[in-house]
């Protein structure tokens, strides 16, 4: 009996809400964002250092 109750929670919590939620193109472009950020600071911060 547990493992039906189990198993139909899990479908239950697959079948989602239908919410919608947050769009993933905007994650993903946020993300995008901030680690092209990122990879900028990391070129300005090196690049006015020589290498040894």
């Known amino acids: 009996m547990l493992i039906n109750q ?7 919590a697959a079948e989602g809400h239908g919410e919608g939620g947050i769009n993933p193109w905007v994650v993903g472009g946020g993300v ?3 680690l092209l950020l990122l990879l900028i600071g990391l070129v300005a911060f090196g690049g006015g250092r020589e290498h040894s």
């Open 6 to 12: 189990t198993a139909l929670a899990v479908v239950t």
């Open 32 to 34: 995008f964002a901030l």
